[in-house]
């Protein structure tokens, strides 16, 4: 099956750093989502993207689907930006829905 | 709205108990999934179900039961657990049968199964 490989596994930044953290995927996906999960489990939706780049406030993100990843760039950190960031992706020609999660990106921010 | 709703937030059972976790969405979603998460480990798929039909099941013990009761519902059904099976439990929603199909995640259920 598809591999899904976040890299660096662990961050550690200091208030108002910027980052960059990577997701490689092994074969063509229908769908590529970014989440945030909060220290009490919540799974924040970031970003729905399959291809291309888009931005929300101090986060944007990139994924070249010909070239098999996507970067997540967090600009300005803050404390609150702390948890774990997951890449899923939906596989081409697989089942709808069945999303594949990397193993994360855990990021602290010091303040 | 973008919310998925969960209850309980906090479940702790013994093995010969019977329980069920609850899922809801008013989105008009018509695709539910249930997500069985590890510590410090990432989410791994257990349910599928698309227009209230159980579409995918990824092997999982036959000690969780789900149910999809109308489009807006999703029920886990918990019974004869294992110590092993104490997880976070998530719930989501998308849209189904569409290109555009980004799921939404509701809070999770702990489950602490004694």
């Known amino acids: 099956g598809i591999q899904v490989e976040q890299s660096p596994p662990d961050l550690i930044l200091q208030e108002g750093a910027n980052s960059t953290l990577r997701c490689n995927f092994s074969d063509s996906v229908n769908n590529l989502q970014w989440f945030h999960q909060n220290p009490w489990g919540q799974l924040i939706n970031l970003f729905y993207?399959?291809?291309g780049t888009k931005q929300n406030g101090r986060l944007s993100a990139t994924t070249v689907a010909t070239e098999r990843y996507s970067l997540l760039y967090i600009s300005s950190s803050q404390t609150t930006d702390s948890g774990v960031y997951f890449c899923a992706v939906e596989p081409y020609g697989g089942s709808q829905g069945n999303l594949i999660f990397g193993k994360g990106t855990k990021l602290s921010v010091k303040p | 709205d973008t919310e998925v709703t969960q209850t309980p937030k906090h479940l702790v059972m013994g093995m010969t108990n019977k329980k069920s976790l609850k899922c809801e969405q008013h989105?008009?979603?018509?695709?539910m999934y249930w997500y069985k998460q590890k510590a410090k480990k990432p989410p791994e798929l257990m349910f599928v179900y698309s227009y209230e039909k159980l579409s995918i099941n990824e092997s999982v013990p036959s000690r969780f039961s789900p149910e999809c009761p109308n489009s807006s519902l999703l029920n886990l059904h918990l019974h004869a657990l294992q110590p092993e099976d104490s997880a976070l439990y998530l719930c989501a929603s998308s849209r189904g049968r569409s290109s555009y199909n980004e799921q939404f995640f509701g809070p999770g259920t702990r489950l602490t199964v004694l």
């Open positions: 993207i399959p291809s």
């Open positions: 989105m008009g979603h018509r695709a």
